[in-house]
């Protein structure tokens, strides 16, 4: 395009500007409309929820306290007196934190790598049907079910126990009583079940890689590797944005795999945001406290997202 | 597009098939939100005995699932149900529901609470009465007679100290057989709240080194095989009813409410071997007999419009009528008197042996969790440390320092 | 053909080397299918076993007993079919809602110029990062005031108008390049008639995808039916599974049984949109 004709459209673009976004406004309404009546709202209520304090009952027994809640879960007062490394070590928020980053930072990575492997081999490979509903079968299944069986082959002399000793590894405690072990567990089942659901997603997006591209590319002798690398991965990225902000937010949210098999056991090796949460609003039944810790969890997940989201503009043509 | 109509229009027919069923005529209806309705043996007795001598009332149970009773009735509550009469499953709940405002006071002036024998207290706030109970459950020890017979030991008594117990358990224990001679729920419950027995400790009490001795006990009963081990029991998932009804358990403390699931084994068959309870053991220096446990009540609901019948419903519940409908069914009602202990004993199925009458009275019966203050918060603190030490990844002595420290640091 | 003969020449043509590398990659495969199935194993063995037979240890994987009769008995003891009644009206109500409104909406995000997208957009995201157990209370009071609660239609609007769709969608959509809409536009197709006859088309695979999802998820959506609903005839199967535990004891064999019936509808839904992963969509348009 030259240059005076960019500069024609971009004045017909101006005039339109109204009537493009009430077209696109047309476009939003019957999903946003729902989602705002039903979802935002009582969003918005669990944030204003945390500046207050209120232990159920009507909504007359609501107290305003401004930050008091903020104050409690990150234990200032103990912080000032000993210092961060009891916030870490000893207080419900700290503890949960760590765990939660820790278990986020190892499985995106790695459910990532196995649901692209896996899309991978299986977009044309033979007896690819069965193989895709094997592999999705896990996060279909009733969650009980699977952790139940789960929580019962990680037993000390249990299989894979047993698979561990026989590959030379001097292992055999039963995961889910182990400090260390027990939120390997919760990555192991949680990897094992995702991976076919993004698998899934992987393929699909496969599905819009242009054929004349990697035809092109392999008529210029680009190897396989690299065909994978400089065209298949680049036509990816959208679908890569999306795995890892949800994984990211998924990994933050996680709660029914950790409820089942370890209940935030042994002691607090596996209490993550939403057991803490749920135990706050449930169980204590501190509702301003619980909306907090969400608001932090929130916070942090939104960080994430930005940096994932503004590197994504960057790079994309659009 | 048209695929897409059709297919809505047919899941619109579908929700009208589940149209509100018709309301009977002519009686009144009292909604009672419960647990397991469906199948609990002593509700479905409750209820038939209820209607039976209140004609025209009838009873309707809400069912929700155990497992996420408080919560679900806690959501309805807060949103406003109007449901008549709600059953208390913990004592918290109770406590909760009461500072919520859901709760009704109950006029008990006219209200005969003897056979309560006190723990009618723990639902009353400010000696204001908010639920009545109607069953007490307290700790027993189950044996399994047929391994005892079958060993040549002496049969466990109404009366024996903790050590005594320990000797019998090692002694039944036979590792070829796969005969364990003790079985731990995993529960704090079954492991160290012997320590409350002497009705001076309590869990909430702030110092827990009475714990230690009971720790003690059943690590070394647990390094010596003679019961299954935590991590195990944690990770597979076994249920305690599951263990004992497999025969291969010689002995297990648990609650009362057991009875009438063995009886009920006893009938379908999945369990067919002898069995009888005892007293469950007590420490030196605490009499015979003492032991700890839970209540189940039912409360009023504050927004309920028909609080008149309710409270007709919920003083029948616990008192010596209901009492014996509960106690029909092998369940331990509220209510203490010659006349339930009698009906106790004369279900079916229940073990005829002397020390199994016997164990039927104990006693002192001290509360699992007292009502105190920050209890919900004691508890998370414990239950943490308990499954630190019940792991191994600390020893007892350091996990009762933590419960220590950490439960004194929620009182500064 | 040409094209192929043409990279087998170019290519450093290794065919050992790619037998054993294919062979390797099968076996990977098997192996980590074998992984993946063991558990379903286990599961098929638990729901032939008596309750007590399920943990014993050690494991026993072929029953000593095949217990048929296992799967006759959850259809009797708990009013199954009603469950799978009404888990199937929600899961097929909320797709179809799910998938109209979230492609909708996200050609105006993807494709579509106006102001306040990116902060909306990051606003929509932001409440799949609030996890549900913070606002559910909020939630449940304001549908309770709507007239709502123990009714099937409030798990369908919980979940019709959900953020993920239309994140799911706009990525999707960002792969399809705009100078097809561009191209469009000029040719004078209003902008819902993009939507309908190039952006549809171009994507069926991520609507599959999205349908796949959405319908699992409402599937197997416990938390929201345990609140949501309380008369035995408006539950779902997960909900309905829960009968099986009770307060003192568990019918572990029941549970796996039912949960095994329950995987058969998703199945079957997944099998059948495969298909759309399999036709590799030439997306260039570009050439004419």
């Known amino acids: 395009m030259s240059q005076a004709e960019a500069r024609k459209v971009r004045y017909k673009m101006g005039k339109l500007e109204r009537k493009n976004t009430l077209v696109a406004y047309s476009f939003l309404a019957p999903n946003f409309i729902g989602f705002a009546v039903f979802t935002l709202v009582p969003v918005i209520c669990a944030i204003l929820l945390s500046l207050f304090e209120w232990n159920g009952g009507d909504i007359s027994k609501l107290k305003f306290v401004g930050l008091d809640n903020y104050a409690t879960i990150f234990a200032t007062k103990k912080v000032a007196e000993k210092g961060i490394a009891y916030f870490f070590n000893r207080a419900d928020l700290g503890i949960a934190l760590k765990n939660t980053v820790y278990y986020t930072v190892v499985t995106v990575p790695l459910t990532i790598v196995c649901a692209l492997a896996l899309a991978l081999l299986l977009n044309k490979i033979r007896g690819a049907v069965f193989f895709r509903t094997v592999f999705f079968f896990p996060y279909v299944s009733s969650m009980v079910a699977i952790c139940v069986c789960w929580s019962f082959m990680l037993m000390k002399d249990g299989p894979i126990n047993q698979i561990i000793m026989a590959l030379g590894i001097d292992f055999n405690k039963g995961w889910t009583a182990d400090s260390t072990m027990a939120i390997w567990s919760i990555i192991l089942v949680s990897v094992w079940r995702n991976m076919g659901y993004y698998m899934v997603l992987y393929l699909a997006a496969l599905q819009g890689v242009p054929r004349e591209l990697m035809e092109a590319a392999t008529v210029d002798g680009a190897s396989k590797w690299q065909q994978f690398l400089h065209v298949t991965l680049p036509q990816l990225k959208p679908t890569t944005f999306f795995v890892s902000v949800m994984m990211v937010i998924s990994c933050f949210k996680i709660y029914d795999v950790v409820a089942i098999m370890t209940d935030g056991g042994p002691g607090r090796a596996t209490k ?12 204590k039944v501190r509702y301003g406290q619980a909306s907090a810790i969400s608001m932090v969890l929130l916070v942090i997940v939104l960080a994430v997202t930005i940096i994932q989201f503004s590197s994504e503009k960057k790079f994309s043509n659009d | 597009m048209k695929k897409m109509l059709s297919v809505l229009l047919a899941a619109m027919m579908m929700v009208s098939l589940l149209a509100v069923p018709a309301l009977a005529e002519g009686d009144q209806v009292l909604t009672v939100v419960t647990w397991d309705a469906t199948t609990t043996p002593y509700l479905i007795a409750q209820q038939e005995a209820f209607e039976a001598s209140h004609p025209g009332v009838k009873l309707e149970f809400v069912d929700v699932a155990s497992q996420d009773y408080a919560v679900k009735a806690t959501t309805m509550l807060e949103g406003g149900d109007t449901s008549d009469v709600y059953m208390i499953k913990e004592i918290d709940n109770l406590i909760n529901w009461q500072a919520q405002g859901f709760a009704a006071p109950l006029d008990t002036a006219d209200y005969d609470m003897s056979g309560f024998k006190g723990t009618e207290v723990n639902y009353a706030v400010d000696g204001v009465q908010y639920a009545i109970p109607f069953r007490s459950d307290f700790w027993v ?14 049969l466990p008594t109404n009366d024996m100290t903790w050590d005594q117990y320990a000797e019998l358990a090692k002694k039944m224990t036979d590792k070829e057989k796969g005969i364990y001679g003790t079985h731990y729920h995993t529960w704090l419950s079954a492991v160290v709240n012997w320590a409350v027995c002497d009705g001076v400790n309590t869990l909430a009490d702030k110092n827990y080194d009475d714990l230690l001795p009971f720790y003690k006990l ?19 998932g076994l249920h305690y009813s599951a263990a004992f009804a497999n025969g291969n358990v010689a002995m297990m403390p648990m609650g009362y409410w057991y009875v009438s699931t063995l009886i009920g084994y006893n009938k379908d068959g999945t369990c067919n071997f002898n069995w009888g309870i005892t007293a469950v053991p007590h420490a030196e220096g605490v009499a015979a ?24 419903f919920v ?49 002192a019966v001290a509360m699992e969790w007292p009502v105190a203050e920050k209890v919900a918060d004691i508890k998370t603190v414990v239950n943490e440390e308990h499954t630190m030490i019940m792991a191994r990844e600390i020893t007892p002595e350091e996990g009762i320092e933590e419960m220590n420290e950490r439960v004194a640091e929620l009182f500064e | ?93 909320v797709t179809i809602l799910q998938t109209l409104t979230s492609s909708f909406a996200a050609y105006a995000f993807a494709k579509l110029n106006f102001r306040g997208r990116d902060a909306l957009f990051l606003c929509y995201i932001g409440t799949i990062a609030v996890p549900w157990q913070a606002y559910m209370l909020p939630q449940f009071i304001m549908m ?29 959509y960002r792969s399809i390049p705009t100078e097809l809409c561009e191209a469009a536009r000029l040719d004078g197709l209003s902008e819902y008639g993009i939507w309908a006859r190039i952006m549809l088309p171009l994507s069926k695979a991520a609507i599959a995808t999205l349908v796949i999802f959405t319908f699992v998820n409402t599937w197997n959506d416990y938390m929201g039916p345990m609140i949501y609903l309380t008369r035995d005839i408006n539950k779902t199967v997960q909900v309905g599974l829960r009968r099986f535990i009770q307060e003192n004891s568990s019918d572990y064999h029941l549970i796996m049984a039912a949960s095994l019936c329950s995987l058969v509808p998703v199945s079957v839904v997944f099998l059948c949109l495969q298909r759309y992963f399999i036709e590799g969509i030439a997306t260039s348009g570009l050439k004419g």
């Open chain 1, 272 to 283: 993550m945001l939403v057991t803490y949460i749920y135990d706050e609003a449930f169980v």
């Open chain 2, 141 to 154: 020890l189950f044996y399994n007679k047929d391994l005892f017979d079958a060993a040549g030991v002496e």
């Open chain 2, 218 to 236: 059943y690590q070394d009963l647990e390094d010596n095989g003679v019961c299954m081990s935590y991590a195990d029991l944690k990770a597979s």
């Open chain 2, 289 to 312: 007999g003492s032991s700890f446990g839970n209540l189940t009540g039912a409360m009023i609901n504050a927004k309920s419009e028909k609080k008149d019948l309710a409270w007709e």
């Open chain 2, 315 to 363: 003083s029948w519940l616990g008192g010596p009528e209901g009492a014996k409908a509960t106690a029909s069914t092998g369940a331990r009602p509220a209510w203490v008197s010659e006349d339930v202990a009698a009906v106790m004993s004369s279900v079916e199925g229940f073990p005829a042996d002397e020390t199994s009458k016997g164990a039927l009275l104990p006693s």
């Open chain 3, 1 to 93: 053909m040409e094209t192929a003969v043409h990279s087998r020449e170019i290519r450093k043509d290794n065919p050992t080397l790619r037998r054993i590398l294919r062979t390797i990659v099968w076996v990977l495969l098997i192996a980590l299918a074998v992984f993946t199935l063991i558990p379903f194993v286990w599961m098929i063995s638990s729901s032939l076993k008596l309750d007590r037979e399920v943990f014993a240890f050690p494991m026993r994987w072929i029953p000593e007993t095949f217990h048929w009769e296992n799967y006759s008995l959850i259809w009797q003891k708990v009013p199954l079919i009603t469950y799978f009644k009404n888990t199937a009206f929600i899961a097929i109500v």
């Open chain 3, 144 to 172: 309770r005031s709507m007239g709502l609660y123990d009714t099937l239609w409030a798990m369908v609007v919980l979940q019709a108008f959900s953020a993920f769709g239309v994140f799911l969608m706009r990525q999707f």
